[in-house]
């Protein structure tokens, strides 16, 4: 009798046992010092994770082998914000402020998160997103008997950050576009779904996702795309599917974005009218054209388009086919033709070069001058309103200098790296701005610092006048310089610089991004501002945008002519703020100051 009720005794302890270790293995309370590299753990269903000052990581990444109905809440009691990033979130990120939360929820027959939205409709909360509870993401839905016409987003985000607004009704409705960053085309049907997200910036919302409207090449009526009712229009051809001209619509809202693509075999034209083109466009099997719509100029702005791109050696016989509004080739020691024949081409179309061969090469045309292209040289060629090849581009020569301290601290190898990169990155805001010129080194070398130069500005003084400087810049005839050293600082350059103050420099402290901002600063422009009213001159950066001399978050300067890769709205203002129009009005004089 005793030695049963040990057992049972025995029995129900190692039960208890049992029944503590689960539940200690589905439930935790973790902070950022119980995780690694802020990546939570895949054996607990039940996670709270709360953020602390002295105990924070910016990113917060959700279990990789999570169980079905895990649940995870991420607390912010940190000063600092956090994310939360994973591809099956609603929102691309989740930003965790001071005092906020978050819940998140995985399914395993989705093999997705979900978030705990607050649920609004307009029998609930009327016909405006509501703010005023403090929630940060919220879904407002409409569906029959719970339906409204038109739908407003709050003027002010306050603590708002991710909408999602869907329907199941019968009737459309009407998101209204007062407080849309692009104001563009959203009419929400039945089964539609909008994500959008506010944009600080601007202080207005800006979609993330959208339904896409698509259309097939043969149901489009005269051949025209009808009017936009969503952001997002897609014109698709196929061999069953094919029309041989197509057109973009009169108008547009801004930001109204339309696609055309092909699969056919045969190739259908899409016409200049109401667009930027200058002339019609083949649009060819494996093509894809974007048009967005710009309000303030009442046309369609070609967005995108097919590039071509060759390597010199194989462009046949040197001649080469141009059947892209941009192509590019590149030529290298082993890689290179003697000479590169343009092709009759429509007015507009671009032809860019790059050349690190040691060797120059001769780029001929129809009613054009010979051109020498040489080594490190990045040109453009443009066919002209007469329709003939054009250089587009000046070249600005640059005697690259680093500091023998950069070796000391990097290797000979690397710093060398650092000036190519950055004359990279440099050329590429040039092309994506259209501006016209580029930048090349003629030499990179390395340079003894003097022990006196402590600041960036004890080096950009003293390289106006150094006499080993400015004879070895006189000899290779370059147009300036550019040193990078160690000294302290990031980026210091001369702005609208003349002969003598054309020098710009760098530091191994900061990236190789600052090397095209220090040159924007050579080429005349001064740092960015958010609205045009601020602008006292428009040799200026975009800072809402982030342009190179804005913030320097994006590869362009700004321009009006050029439409942002993110938002989809106007880089710069017409006479207020156009870096582009002021570095190309100053950049043949530059050009020629070697």
């Known amino acids: 009798m005793i030695v049963t009720f040990f057992r049972r005794y025995i029995a129900l302890a190692i039960s208890l046992v049992c029944l503590c270790a689960s539940s200690l293995a589905v439930a935790a309370n973790l902070t950022p010092r119980d995780v690694v590299d802020g990546q939570l753990p895949s ?134 576009g007062e407080q ?16 959008l997200t506010y944009n600080a ?16 090449a043969r149901d489009i009526r005269d051949g025209v795309v009808p009017a936009p009712t969503s952001p997002d229009t897609a014109v698709q051809f196929a061999n069953h599917n094919f029309i041989h001209d197509i057109s973009l619509p ?10 055309i693509r092909s699969r056919a075999a045969w190739t259908a034209t899409i016409q200049n009218a109401n667009t930027t083109m200058t002339t019609p466009v083949s649009l060819r099997t494996g093509d894809e ?70 060797w120059s090469f001769t780029v001929r045309a129809q009613a054009m001058n010979n051109e020498v292209i040489h080594r490190g040289e990045h040109v453009t060629f443009v066919v002209n309103a007469s329709g003939n090849w054009e250089r587009e581009t000046v070249t600005i020569d640059l005697l690259g ?66 006499e080993t400087a400015q004879n070895r810049r006189n000899a290779l005839k370059a147009d300036g310089i550019y040193y990078e050293g160690t000294e302290s600082g990031c980026g210091l350059a001369w702005v609208r610089a003349s002969r003598y103050n054309m020098v710009a420099s760098g530091t191994v402290h900061c990236g190789t991004t600052v090397m095209r901002h220090e040159l924007g600063h050579n080429m005349s422009l001064n740092h960015g501002v958010s609205l045009p009213e601020q602008a006292r001159n428009p040799a200026i950066g975009y800072s809402r945008e982030g342009t190179v001399m804005g913030g320097n978050r994006q590869p362009y300067f700004s321009t009006p002519e050029v439409l942002s890769p993110i938002t989809k709205l106007p880089m710069g203002f017409d006479d207020q703020i156009d870096g582009v129009r002021a570095m190309n009005a100053f950049s043949h004089r530059v050009a020629n100051y070697n």
Not at 77 to 92: D, G, M, Q, R, V
Not at 129 to 148: E, F, I, K
Not at 201 to 216: C, D, G, L, S, T
């Open 43 to 176: 054996n607990d269903k039940n996670i709270t994770f709360t953020t602390l000052n002295g105990n924070w990581v910016r990113n917060i990444k959700l279990p990789l082998k999570p169980q079905d109905n895990t649940v995870v809440k991420v607390v912010s009691k940190a000063n600092y914000s956090s994310n939360i990033e994973h591809e099956t979130l609603p929102f691309e990120r989740l930003l965790l402020s001071t005092g906020d939360s978050i819940t998140v929820r995985y399914k395993a027959s989705t093999a997705s998160w979900s978030l705990d939205l607050e649920k609004q409709s307009p029998n609930a909360t009327g016909d405006q997103v509501d703010n005023s509870a403090g929630q940060q993401y919220v879904h407002y839905r409409v569906w029959n008997g719970n339906w409204t016409r038109t739908i407003a987003l709050p003027e002010e985000a306050k603590k708002l950050r991710g909408i999602i607004i869907s329907s199941n009704a019968a009737w459309d409705s009407q998101i209204a």
């Open 180 to 195: 849309l960053l692009t104001q563009s085309s959203a009419r929400l049907k039945r089964g539609d779904t909008y994500k």
């Open 201 to 216: 910036a601007y202080q207005k919302w800006a979609f993330q996702e959208m339904p896409q409207r698509v259309i097939n």
């Open 250 to 259: 009169a108008d547009g809202n801004q930001g109204d974005t339309v696609t």
């Open 289 to 358: 054209y974007v048009f967005v719509y710009r309000s303030d100029r009442r046309h369609w702005a070609l967005f995108s388009h097919p590039e071509k791109s060759f390597n010199a050696r194989d462009v046949k016989n040197g001649a080469l086919a141009v059947v892209s509004p941009t192509t590019s080739v590149y030529f290298s020691n082993g890689n290179w033709q003697r000479n590169l024949h343009l092709p009759q081409s429509p007015e507009g179309f671009r032809v860019h070069l790059k050349t690190d061969a040691w």
């Open 401 to 466: 200098y680093y500091s023998h301290r950069n070796v000391e601290k990097l290797g000979e190898s690397a710093s060398r790296q650092r000036l190519v990169e950055g004359m990279t990155l440099t050329n590429e805001a040039l092309i994506n701005s259209k501006a016209n010129f580029r930048f090349r080194f003629v030499s990179i070398e390395k340079f003894q610092s003097p022990d006196s130069w402590l600041k960036l500005g004890d080096a950009l003084s003293a390289l106006r006048s150094n």
